[in-house]
């Protein structure tokens, strides 16, 4: 039996955050909105059992807001992004070995704990809660799959009492009979409709089904996934975080854009951004695609989509130079022939590599543009805020932001934004 792997997961994570920092919604059902205030993506308990489903837009269930009193809010990403570090570097000290999966779950090593383990996971959470306010619960098992189903069956079942081991046959067996197999990690709706045909309807069912007609039904991944659930290990912690191969800023503005130079001003904040994220990641990028559409559900008018891809030579995350190239593809893709409104825009990266790695030029250019500007605009706008200092081709009038009209404040990043006592 390989050793155990837990799995951490923040509850209603981004609902969570929120009432940190604000205890009157504590006890409220409380909604989390999407990009622009479209869709629901995160809901309290009290708004689950309202009926509000995730990724069901806001108009969808206005009569519910205005008859329960529902709190919406605005997506704060910022501030779910710092709360999230915060989280791992609490769970730290619990294990030498992490790999943070997304932004509130993190697969957590467990070897070596033995009759410890579930005390141990018991004072992860509470560690947790104490350092940042956030409530979560943890999975155990021999397979990163079974751990996030156990983790499910935690946050399901209050018998578990926020930790479920699923090391012990028996509790492994009671959890897998009670949960439907499309619950089990890496099985969508599709693959569900095929195992039913099958007779699949239970996580147990799926354990037992022969590997053969596994492979058959889903290919090698059903096939890895019912190794997994019988104990088998097949994917292992990525403690040291894979380089990445691609990156994106893609943003939907507030209002559609119907001019170039708003659009230019949008194109070229979402560039700067791009290259901040490559040089987070000490990279550089070979080739820089910008696109931008129209709305697709709006067949009443005119629809668009236009992209282009630029080799960038030498390789480079020098903002400039992201920024030209990108710049460059908005202008040649241009068209004004009709009232066209656009509704997403944004910078992709690929080809990347790690700045020693990326190949020479025969004939470089005479005057490189300097990292030391770079590392300077990066300083200046981590120790006075973002945006303190950009291009002048992004100008300051941002018409084309997201919307986000019931955002509540950067608490944890921002000066300005602290959060005040009153007493």
């Known amino acids: 039996m390989p050793e155990p792997i837990a799995l951490i997961d923040c509850n209603n994570f ?3 955050c929120e009432r940190v920092f604000d205890q009157r919604l504590l006890g409220i059902p409380v909604v989390v909105l999407s990009n622009n205030d479209g869709c629901a993506i995160a809901r309290s308990e009290e708004a689950k059992v309202l009926g509000i489903k995730m990724g069901e837009p806001v108009h969808l269930f206005r009569d519910k807001v205005e008859r329960h009193g529902i709190k919406i809010l605005s997506s704060n990403y910022t501030l779910y992004g710092d709360m999230s570090r915060r989280v791992v570097a609490a769970l730290h000290a619990f294990s030498p070995s992490l790999e943070v999966y997304s932004i509130d779950e993190t697969f957590v090593d467990m070897t070596g704990f033995g009759s410890r383990m579930v005390p141990h996971a018991a004072a992860m959470r509470d560690a947790v809660r104490t350092l940042t306010g956030i409530p979560t619960c943890v999975g155990i098992g021999p397979t990163k799959t079974m751990a996030k189903l156990a983790n499910h069956a935690a946050k399901k079942n209050p018998v578990f009492g926020g930790v479920c081991d699923m090391m012990e046959k028996g509790v492994a067996d009671f959890v897998m009979r009670r949960i ?13 409709a095929k195992l039913a045909s099958q007779g699949v309807r239970t996580v147990s069912d799926l354990r037992d089904m022969p590997m053969a007609l596994a492979r058959k039904v889903g290919t090698v991944v059903l096939e890895r996934t019912v190794a997994e659930l019988q104990g088998v290990r097949c994917l292992d912690i990525e403690d040291v975080e894979p380089q990445r191969k691609g990156m994106a800023v893609t943003r939907s503005p507030g209002v559609p854009i119907t001019d170039l130079d708003t659009m230019c001003r949008a194109i070229t904040a979402h560039a700067t951004r791009a290259a901040e994220k490559l040089r987070n990641h000490d990279l550089v990028a070979g080739t820089l695609t910008v696109f931008y559409h129209t709305n697709p559900h709006r067949p009443d008018r005119p629809q668009r989509h236009a992209s282009r891809s630029l080799a960038l030579k030498p390789m480079s995350s020098n903002t400039f130079d992201l920024v030209e190239a990108a710049l460059r593809g908005v202008r040649s893709s241009w068209r004004s022939d009709k009232p066209y ?4 825009a944004g910078v992709i990266l690929d080809d990347l590599l790690k700045p020693d790695e990326a190949p020479r030029m025969l004939f470089e250019p005479l005057k490189p543009r300097k990292a030391q500007l770079m590392n300077a605009l990066d300083q200046v706008n981590d120790r006075f ?8 081709s992004e100008g300051f009038d941002r018409r084309w932001h997201m919307k986000a009209d019931m955002r509540t404040p950067r608490y944890t990043t921002r000066i300005s934004d602290l959060p005040v006592l009153r007493v």
Do not use: I, N, P, Q
Not at 341 to 344: A, E, I, P, Q, V
Not at 385 to 392: E, F, P, R, S
């Open 341 to 344: 409104g656009f509704t997403k």
């Open 14 to 16: 981004y609902v969570s």
């Open 385 to 392: 805020g973002k945006k303190t200092l950009v291009l002048a």
């Open 180 to 192: 439907e197999v499309g619950e089990v990690w890496g099985v969508g709706s599709r693959t569900e």
